[in-house]
């Protein structure tokens, strides 16, 4: 360790090259920027812990809808290449070119069994751990 005659004879030349600022900026500006840096740092932590649950509330609930509509789609897009391939061979030939409106249909059915658990459940918390409501 330094002895403090060193220490001193250091903070004099650098008061004499850059002054009180250079000084401040190199001794107590370090520690301070530091302390800032930990703050912030806190704050960020902090308000991740207490937004983090509502960020997973509505990615979850984004990724249903995403789920819902993708998969529907993807299902009609399905029907469509087999409507497509019908005037082809291989297994869209047995429905032929009717291949995408039974999708559409097979998409509108799971809508309909959607809407008849929508229905029949009951979606506030206790309905969920006791049963269903009719």
């Known amino acids: 360790m330094a002895s ?3 220490q001193f004879e250091r903070a004099r ?3 004499e090259d850059g002054g009180w ?3 401040l900026q190199s001794g107590f500006g370090t520690i ?5 840096f930990a703050t912030a740092d806190l704050f960020g932590t902090f308000f991740s812990r207490v937004f983090s649950p509502f960020q997973a509330l509505f990615g979850g ?3 249903l809808i995403t789920g819902i509509i993708g998969s529907g789609l993807n299902v ?5 290449a087999a409507s497509v391939e019908s005037f082809q061979s291989g297994i869209g030939a047995y429905a032929g ?3 995408w ?3 559409i249909i097979v998409v509108l059915v799971g809508l309909a069994v959607l809407e008849w658990w929508w229905n029949r459940s009951n979606l506030d918390p206790w309905g969920l751990l006791l049963g269903w409501r009719r």
């Open 76 to 80: 009609i897009g399905a029907g469509e």
């Open 101 to 103: 409106v039974l999708a």
């Open 21 to 23: 600022s250079k000084l």
């Open 13 to 15: 030349s650098v008061l």
């Open 61 to 63: 609930i984004a990724t």
């Open 97 to 99: 070119p009717f291949a």
């Open 32 to 36: 301070f920027l530091a302390w800032v």
């Open 4 to 6: 403090p005659e060193s």
